[in-house]
């Protein structure tokens, strides 16, 4: 069994929704229409998800993007 250190948590879209602060709506519009956002992880048919550290990695440019940093 992997220790947490040496593994990234996977978020289901209601994890990630509720960890970014929006809707499924816009999840899927920003998957569809954002090149910068991370792409999903397909598990089967019917289970996606997304790796935090991904969407950190998202949420970190943004946050510089808005401050002017990029």
Do not use: N
């Amino acid at each position: 069994m992997h220790s947490p250190s040496t593994t990234t948590a996977v978020l289901r879209p209601k994890a990630a929704c509720l960890y970014l602060g929006f809707g499924r709506t816009k999840l899927h519009e920003l998957h569809e229409s954002d090149p910068d956002f991370p792409r999903k992880i397909r598990f089967s048919p019917r289970c996606v998800g997304w790796r935090k550290a991904d969407l950190d990695a998202w949420l970190d440019i943004k946050a510089k993007q808005a401050s002017g940093e990029v």
